[in-house]
């Protein structure tokens, strides 16, 4: 699992997949944000296979142990 974290908007990204290149998305999935207080949107490729899940807000939705380990920029 490859994690990125964009600090600047508390935004991470867990790769389920080892590559997602442009065009791999084929559908995203956001979920209700009142449901989960916050953005969490799920990435499915072309055989609806989730390949991705986007969380906003990161820093408080995220275990420290998956923070830990995400690449930041």
Partial sequence: MRVTLD????AA???LKDQIDPGTVKVTYPCDPLE???????????????????????SKKL??????????F
């Fill in 13 to 15: 990204y867990i790769y």
């Fill in 36 to 58: 989960v207080k916050g953005e969490i949107n799920l990435d499915f490729d072309v055989d609806g296979v989730l390949i991705g899940v986007e969380v906003q807000n990161a």
């Fill in 63 to 72: 275990p420290f142990e998956v923070l830990k380990i995400a690449k930041t």
């Fill in 7 to 10: 600090k600047s908007i508390d």
